[in-house]
């Protein structure tokens, strides 16, 4: 399984569609 975890002030933009992008400081390897 994979999870991604979000700061809780994003996620009603994300949710509605108005964030659509999230940038890390660190690297995946997914």
Do not use: Q
């Amino acid at each position: 399984m994979k999870a991604l975890s979000i700061r809780s002030d994003y996620a009603a933009d994300i949710m509605n569609g108005t964030k659509t992008e999230e940038y890390r400081s660190w690297s995946t390897k997914y």
